[in-house]
């Protein structure tokens, strides 16, 4: 597949900084009530759904385009993306190819129209990573985009893409695609299961901003907690995407001592069920 450049329906921004909004206004719900209409004055709309042990959200732009981060680990998504009025996606993402962020993608690609799929271009073995990459080439219709620096537009958001070490082949979860999202005053970091060496290589190139949203990676494991990457973040809320009673000690108790430190608000999947979070212009 060749990337192509722009997306359709989309205009790439040639303003590159990371604008920061001075002032902001969140609301929070949990299992909230489906987007069926989508003003022009309604906020950017943040979904972290409930998919056990894995990552899977949805961004929805106030004029009604979707992109999905993640797609869980093999859980059905489709009741999810009609649950919240999603006919078809603008942008797919793969942070990077573990089974608990990809398991559910083939199905996502199989169910609603998509426009455009990135993932982090590192080839992997398993069957969940070769049934994608077998659909995407029945697909010729799906854009595939390389996660090169570049700043993307879901109708009035902007999606800034943050592309992975160089050096971090060796390490899945040190390989993630990193997203800011931006509406306004409002903003949003992922960066799918990046531990503290991918999080310092953000900060050294300057990539973090003061966020009001962090999406903890990996489910709120101690090796992916970074004071100097939370002190420069300073995020107001962060979501824990979480299995509840899994295997691996997930979330762990000393991160989330340290992000209670940090953040205004804790919110978890385990614990809540789908997490929304809506962002406003100012």
Same mark, same amino acid.
């Given at each position: !597949? ?41 906020? $950017?709309?943040? /979904? *972290? ?64 129209? $998509?426009?455009?799929? !990135? ?12 049934? /994608? !990459? ?22 009035? /958001? ?31 970091? *992922? ?22 949203? =962090? ?9 992916? /907690? =970074? ?34 430190? *940090?953040?205004?608000?804790? =919110? ?6 789908? $997490? ?7």
């Amino acid at each position: !597949m060749t990337p192509r450049w722009p997306l359709p329906g989309a205009i790439e921004s040639t303003d590159r900084r990371v604008r920061l909004g001075a002032w902001l206004i969140c609301a929070l719900f949990c299992t909230g009530v489906p987007n069926h209409a989508i003003a022009q004055d309604d906020p $950017v709309r943040v /979904v *972290f759904l409930d998919v056990g042990q894995g990552d899977a959200a949805l961004i929805l732009a106030p004029e009604g385009q979707a992109a999905l981060i993640d797609a869980g680990p093999g859980v059905d998504l489709t009741p999810a993306l009609r649950r919240w009025g999603v006919d078809s996606l603008v942008l797919a993402v793969a942070s990077h190819p573990h089974a608990d962020h990809l398991g559910g993608m083939r199905q996502v690609l199989r169910s609603v129209p $998509v426009r455009n799929y !990135m993932d982090n271009g590192q080839p992997y073995t398993t069957a969940t990573y070769q049934a /994608v !990459m077998v659909e995407l080439r029945n697909r010729p219709e799906i854009v595939y985009l390389q996660a090169v620096p570049r700043r993307l537009q879901l109708g009035s /958001v902007t999606i800034t893409v943050l592309p992975p070490p160089t050096d971090s082949e060796s390490n899945l979860n040190d390989n993630s695609v990193g997203l800011v999202i931006e509406y306004g005053g409002f903003s949003a970091f *992922f960066s799918g299961d990046s531990e503290r060496p991918e999080l310092d290589h953000f900060l050294q190139v300057g990539a973090v901003p003061d966020v009001t949203l =962090l999406k903890a990676p990996p489910h709120g494991s101690d090796d992916a /907690v =970074l004071e100097s990457f939370l002190q420069t973040a300073r995020p107001e809320i962060v979501v824990i995407p979480v299995g509840y009673g899994n295997d691996y000690g997930h979330p762990n108790p000393a991160a989330l001592r340290t992000y209670g430190r *940090f953040a205004e608000e804790l =919110l978890r999947t385990d614990v809540h069920g789908d $997490v929304v979070v809506a962002g406003y212009r100012d």
